[in-house]
């Protein structure tokens, strides 16, 4: 990447590296704990062992920033099911009562609820999270989790990533969104044919798009397939991660700085070295569970085509940006103010292409009467990975102040890096 895109990168970068939360770093420990046999005691009690209730929840900046307190006065996600296909979900007191075992296809001891990292529970956590026990509250705590567990780096020592089976087992489960906080920089046929499966059975899929944006910035999968929208990570200003990586399959942005994770597989603490891209796809997935808890006939092309229509940016829609996609998620302009039109259930908003409309697992076909089909198409996708100029970008819709919701820089485009196995793709272009 060029020392002039850099200079473009306004927000300090933490710290680089493909799923950045699942890299060792210790961090700042939230919290402490004594002796086994004090986690034990605190965990037989229902009792997180690792911080206080404030030392958690006053973390997450980005439920105040994207009102979830009026938010949940409308909707929790209940009736939605996200599958998380992760390292396993474990039922932390926060989970209790949120996880259904998915699929396990690591080849390792343990159930798909055994998260053999901490990473997957973490971003079940971001979704369902009821803050119980000190822990950490979710976005949709009224939606329910299905975990699917499958290999992806860390403790993960078998060759290759098993995601594409463990998508597979997604889509033939009956969660309406999968939340996938991985990637790689090569497409797999198997994984993209799973992907198209997932689609074909009516799912709305997102996935992180990278954590190594300062260093080879190649393109990211599943979040580069036409299926996922891939999501990019912000700060609570609005501003673009700077290690958060970028290209034309950059779809939509949410939170993903400064939060916390749970620092390892034995749920002892939290520490303060989470979010990522990782974050930003279980929040951006949390937002589409309140979507369609709200509207459960959408199908998955009018869920997101109102996330679309409803995020925050002060650029026109038929040129996304190459860092925040069409801008920075904001559910609350939908559930609490009732903006956004469907449109049709079975054409894609991004490429769009003429797609499948599933029952069941797709969330219906027919638009809700709150909210009328779009009078106009959606915008063309061609021609827009031009140079784009850094500005400060501002809402003027939202009607409040809070910081997240005032939008940020949108760096100058760039030539992506790709390896010799990566394929570009025109997510954008029909």
Not at 25 to 50: E, K, Q, T
Not at 96 to 114: C, F, I, N, Y
Not at 315 to 320: A, R, T
Not at 361 to 388: H, I, L, N
Request: glycine fraction near 14%; charge should be neutral; proline fraction near 5%.
């Amino acid at each position: 990447m060029s020392k002039d895109v850099q200079g473009m990168r306004s927000e300090a970068s933490r710290r680089g590296g493909w799923v950045a939360s699942f890299e060792g770093g210790a961090g700042r420990r939230i919290a402490s704990v004594g002796s086994v046999l004090g986690v034990l005691a605190l965990m037989a009690l229902g009792l997180a062992p690792s911080a206080t209730a404030d030392d958690i929840q006053s973390e997450l900046w980005h439920l105040e920033a994207m009102g979830a307190n009026d938010l949940w006065d409308v909707s929790t996600g209940e009736g939605i099911k996200i599958a998380v296909v992760d390292t396993g979900v474990s039922e932390t007191p926060s989970l209790k009562g949120r996880v259904h075992p998915g699929k396990d296809v690591t080849g390792m001891s343990g159930a798909s609820t055994d998260d053999y990292d901490g990473h997957g529970t973490t971003m079940a956590e971001f979704i369902v999270g009821s803050g119980r026990g000190a822990g950490i509250k979710g976005l949709a705590p009224g939606a329910e989790i299905v975990s699917f567990r499958t290999g992806l780096g860390g403790k993960f020592t078998k060759r290759g990533s098993r995601s594409a089976e463990a998508i597979r087992a997604a889509a033939d489960s009956d969660a309406r969104i999968i939340s996938m906080s991985f990637g790689s920089d090569f497409a797999y046929p198997d994984q993209e044919e799973a992907v198209k499966y997932a689609a074909s059975k009516g799912k709305l899929m997102f996935a992180g798009v990278g954590n190594d944006g300062e260093k080879k910035n190649f393109i990211g999968y599943p979040a580069a397939y036409p299926s996922v929208t891939g999501v990019s990570a912000a700060d609570k200003s609005g501003k673009v991660a700077k290690y958060s990586e970028f290209g034309e399959y950059v779809d939509l942005a949410a939170p993903g700085l400064n939060l916390p994770k749970w620092c390892d597989e034995t749920f002892r603490s939290y520490c303060d070295n989470g979010g990522g891209t990782s974050t930003a796809t279980a929040i951006a997935s949390a937002s589409a569970a309140l979507i369609w808890s709200k509207h459960p006939n959408w199908t998955s092309n009018q869920v997101l085509r109102v996330l679309i229509d409803t995020a925050g940016r002060d650029w026109p829609k038929d040129k996304p940006s190459d860092y925040l996609g069409y801008g920075l998620i904001r559910p609350a302009r939908n559930v609490v103010k009732g903006e956004g039109k469907p449109g049709p259930a079975d054409i894609d908003p991004i490429t769009n292409k003429k797609t499948a409309v599933v029952g069941s697992g797709g969330g219906g076909t027919t638009p809700s009467a709150s909210a009328p089909p779009a009078a106009s198409p959606q915008p063309s996708k061609k021609g827009t990975s031009g140079d784009k100029a850094a500005v400060a970008a501002k809402s003027s819709d939202e009607g409040n102040s809070q910081p997240w919701l005032v939008l940020g820089i949108l760096a100058a485009a760039a030539v992506i890096g790709g390896s010799a196995f990566a394929v570009m793709r025109a997510r954008r272009r029909a």
